[in-house]
């Protein structure tokens, strides 16, 4: 389970302090799915990067069953069970693609392992796994192998930013059922930040995150009808 306490973010920008996540408090249950959601801006991505330890945290905690893990570094958190997958993947040239799933996994992966992991976000193995992971593979290309290295190895926790971001719409159908099979295994809790209404409507819980502040955060069955609903300010799905 994680849990997060009173967690603060604030950048400096010409001395002058501005915080972008305002003291959020929340948890995941073990095998559940919450689905983050709301106005670009919000500070949805700055709340996954602090949860990763990519950016951190200014006042709070966050603990993951039971483990304090706030003063953990991105390496460390990793290695305590974080999987994180990027809005925008980072590139690395020089690296093959079956290296970086290796990395990812923590093992040297045979072929036919990242082939499997490949074919999972709909990508054409062969084609793939030699490829540099560098500025000649596509948006939506590099995007699914970044969501490929999170299903590379176990995590008690998997955050995926805006994964149907630059997707075409047979590769998002193909995510949605790896995200249902994670989900009914119930061993992996999710954190899904989507704008996305076939995204939203899988999770157990939403939290709409506006002005980095929790808007509102309860049950799919509590929040969805107020995102359907076109007269509430926080509408911000797409559908
Ligand atoms: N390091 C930084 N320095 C200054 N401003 C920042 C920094 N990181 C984030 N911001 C600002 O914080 C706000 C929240 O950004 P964030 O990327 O978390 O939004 P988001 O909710 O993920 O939006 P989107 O839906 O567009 O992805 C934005 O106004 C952004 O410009
Ligand atoms: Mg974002």
Redesign the pocket.
């Known amino acids: 389970m994680l849990e997060v306490k009173n967690l603060t973010f604030k950048?400096n920008?010409n001395g002058i302090e501005r915080s972008?996540v305002k003291n959020i408090s929340f948890h995941v249950e073990d095998g559940e799915m919450l689905v983050i959601t709301?106005p670009?801006?919000?500070?949805?991505?700055?709340?996954a990067k602090v949860l990763m330890g990519i950016e951190e945290a200014d006042e709070g905690q966050i603990i993951l069953d039971g483990e304090d893990i706030t003063s953990y570094d991105i390496n460390h958190r990793a290695n305590a069970g974080i999987g994180f997958a990027f809005?925008q993947p980072p590139r690395f040239k020089g690296m093959t693609v079956s290296r970086l799933l290796s990395l990812a996994a923590g093992r040297q992966l045979k072929e036919s392992e990242c082939c499997g992991l490949l074919s999972r976000v709909g990508l054409c193995a062969q084609e793939y796994i030699r490829r540099e992971v560098d500025s000649t593979l596509s948006g939506g290309e590099m995007k699914r192998i970044e969501i490929a290295t999170v299903l590379a190895k176990r995590h008690k926790l998997c955050i995926f930013d805006?994964p149907e971001a630059g997707i075409d719409l047979w590769s998002f159908s193909m995510l949605i059922q790896q995200f249902e099979k994670i989900h009914n295994r119930k061993e992996e809790s999710l954190i899904l930040i989507s704008?996305q209404e076939r995204i939203i409507r899988m999770a157990d819980r939403i939290m709409v995150?506006e002005d980095g502040k929790i808007g509102a955060v309860g049950s799919r069955e509590e929040i969805l009808p107020r995102l359907l609903d076109k007269g509430d300010s926080c509408t911000c799905m797409n559908r």
């Open positions: 950048v920008e972008i709301g670009n801006g919000g500070g949805k991505s700055t709340l809005q805006e704008h995150i």
